[in-house]
């Protein structure tokens, strides 16, 4: 009876974490990669306001460059939005 629980628990972990691999964490703030075309600084807003609560976080940097054109000629760009959850 005990074996399922802890192989249902290690499977929820192991999906939780799945849907989190574009997040970065350490102990004091999260980092969102918000980069590509179609892409913009709402979506890391999004996902900050999903692990934090919704505008419970300061953003700590807020990094944004332009990359090189891809063959359609539109420019890629490369966002970054690190946050610290109140």
Not at 25 to 41: Q, Y
Not at 57 to 63: A, F, G, I, M, P
Request: hydrophobic residues 35%; positive net charge.
């Amino acid at each position: 009876m005990r074996m399922p629980n802890v192989l249902m628990l290690g499977i929820l972990a192991a999906a939780i974490a799945g849907c989190t691999n574009d997040v970065k964490t350490n102990a004091k703030t999260l980092t969102f990669d918000c980069s590509g075309i179609g892409k913009g600084w709402g979506d890391c807003s999004d996902k900050a306001d999903a692990q934090c609560g919704a505008h419970r976080y300061t953003v700590v940097s807020r990094e944004g460059a332009a990359e090189g054109k891809s063959d359609d000629r539109n420019t890629e760009m490369k966002r970054t939005l690190v946050v610290s959850c109140n």
